[in-house]
């Protein structure tokens, strides 16, 4: 199309899908996984927003340029509330730790993310703990649970394989103009 139309072809992303195999449990991690409350719809949304930044941070990129956080707003928290896809990794004080998203069912399988640990909480496992408690709840409702990576990000590549997660294909996002 490119070509046709005169226009240039950028590579924006390269994506990577990977399903849930086997789950491989992580350490124990002191905490647990409960849902985020609608009390915490903001702190979610801060987090979430947080999540695109560092995203592109984490991979290489000026913080913004791929992943535009205010795309997600109050009202798409809200939602995911409501559906029951947002979950926290709390502390022993029930203090929120480490935020697990996922979409709701489609086909037979739930795609997990957004993942995201605040930075100064980063290194203690909260991150395995919540997905792999995500996991295995998605598991034990029926759901094959999916997630896709930046490939530019070899942290959150290296954990969801340490979790049982198994490459299924690699992707490019490309913006063609």
Same mark, same amino acid.
């Given at each position: 199309? %490119?070509?046709?139309?005169? +226009?240039?072809?950028?590579?924006? @992303?390269?994506?990577?899908?990977?399903?849930?195999?086997?789950?491989?449990?992580?350490?124990?991690?002191?905490?647990?996984? =409960?849902? %985020? =409350?609608?009390?915490?719809?903001?702190?979610?949304?801060?987090?979430?927003?947080?999540?695109?930044?560092?995203?592109?941070?984490?991979?290489?990129?000026?913080?913004?340029?791929?992943?535009?956080?205010?795309?997600? +707003?109050? %009202?798409?928290?809200?939602?995911?509330?409501?559906?029951?896809?947002?979950?926290?990794?709390?502390?022993?004080?029930?203090?929120?730790?480490?935020?697990?998203?996922?979409?709701?069912? $489609?086909?037979?399988?739930?795609?997990?993310?957004?993942?995201? +640990?605040?930075?100064?909480?980063?290194?203690?496992?909260?991150? $395995?703990?919540?997905? $792999? $408690?995500?996991? =295995?709840?998605?598991?034990?409702?029926?759901?094959?649970?999916?997630?896709? +990576?930046?490939? %530019?990000?070899?942290?959150?590549? =290296?954990?969801?394989?340490?979790?049982?997660?198994?490459?299924?294909?690699?992707?490019?996002? @490309?913006?063609?103009?």
């Amino acid at each position: 199309m %490119a070509a046709r139309t005169g +226009t240039g072809v950028e590579v924006l @992303l390269h994506q990577r899908l990977f399903e849930l195999g086997d789950l491989v449990e992580p350490p124990p991690v002191p905490g647990r996984l =409960r849902e %985020a =409350r609608p009390d915490e719809a903001e702190l979610a949304l801060k987090w979430i927003h947080r999540f695109f930044l560092d995203a592109d941070e984490q991979a290489g990129r000026e913080p913004g340029s791929v992943h535009d956080p205010g795309h997600f +707003t109050l %009202a798409d928290v809200e939602r995911k509330l409501a559906e029951g896809v947002l979950w926290f990794w709390v502390d022993e004080h029930d203090v929120p730790v480490h935020l697990t998203g996922a979409n709701p069912p $489609a086909f037979g399988t739930v795609r997990v993310g957004p993942v995201f +640990t605040p930075e100064a909480l980063r290194g203690r496992r909260y991150g $395995a703990a919540g997905v $792999a $408690a995500v996991s =295995r709840l998605l598991l034990e409702q029926g759901h094959r649970p999916i997630l896709f +990576t930046d490939q %530019a990000n070899p942290v959150s590549n =290296r954990l969801y394989e340490q979790l049982g997660y198994r490459r299924v294909v690699d992707t490019v996002q @490309l913006v063609i103009g």
